[in-house]
């Protein structure tokens, strides 16, 4: 089992700049991983990314440095362990609302007596130094969204439950639970101030904060107010962006 270097860098204070793929193919996923990132994140929640293309996924990202992330379609056990039977080295789980939720998350991180994943390694047992159960409730992170109103009143509760890593803001579901309209990088409406509240609480409480970012410039904007797990776009937006720009440069737009 890998070693994963995004849990032991939150905990020595460092900063870590994920990727984020929504298409289920190999070789994207490949070329996601090789530009860099310190971890990918697959999004099964929102991306197109099947249950059977998860494997192959997972598999492309390791043959890189980036750890692989895997965000689940739901809060789920049998998900989660899925997930981390396949490789992934993190969970993150959407709609978390209190902290029973978190503690769902958790249990189905950790094998007994720390919480209640079944056994059945499948690819971790195939990795360097090795595979324990000890040794994957060391290095798996569970990694609670926060993205409700429900989450912010429960924040401090949340926060608090005994063995979360990490919590995750979806800044479009955040903004429009507080009445905003949907999308990323806000300045202005009602998430800049529930930002500066989930990071003051998660200083408070000692666990790092992320956050979805569009732009490079608003992650580092992020990062720098106290953010410690920022991602920057998506595999399809780039591909848009990408090739609408050269396209323009072609046509002398």
């Known amino acids: ?26 070789l ?19 991306g197109a990314v099947s249950d059977h293309e998860l494997l192959s996924v997972l598999q492309a990202i ?57 056994y059945g390694p ?23 969204m926060i993205e409700t109103r429900a989450a912010l009143d429960a924040l401090n ?5 005994p063995g979360l890593d990490m919590v995750f803001v979806g800044p479009s579901d955040l903004s429009q639970a507080l009445g905003g309209p949907p999308g990323a990088d806000a ?8 930002l500066d509240r989930i990071l003051e609480r998660c200083a408070a409480h000692e666990v790092p904060a992320g956050l979805f970012c569009r732009s490079p410039h608003y992650a580092r904007e992020m990062l720098d107010r106290g953010m410690r797990f920022v991602t920057v776009d998506s595999d399809v937006s780039y591909v848009r962006h990408g090739a609408a720009t050269a396209l323009r440069e072609v046509r002398g737009a």
């Open 187 to 194: 300045r202005d409406g009602p998430v800049p101030a529930a």
């Open 122 to 144: 499948t690819r971790n047992a195939f990795g360097p130094g090795g595979f324990s159960p000890s040794r994957a409730n060391e290095s798996v992170m569970a990694i609670a």
């Open 28 to 46: 994207l996923a490949e070329a996601m991983a090789s530009a860099g990132y310190d971890a990918v994140t697959v999004d099964m929640q929102h």
């Open 62 to 118: 390791s043959c890189t440095d980036a750890v692989p992330l895997v965000r689940v379609p739901w809060n789920q056990p049998a998900q989660v362990m899925k997930a981390l039977d396949l490789g992934a080295l993190g969970v993150i789980a959407p709609m978390i609302e209190g902290p029973e939720d978190v503690e769902a998350l958790v249990a189905a991180c950790r094998y007994p007596p720390q919480g209640r994943r079944s």
């Open 1 to 26: 089992m890998r070693d994963n270097s995004v849990r032991s860098s939150l905990l020595a204070g460092r900063s870590v700049v994920s990727g984020w793929l929504t298409v289920g193919h190999p």
């Open 157 to 161: 509760e949340i926060l608090s439950v």
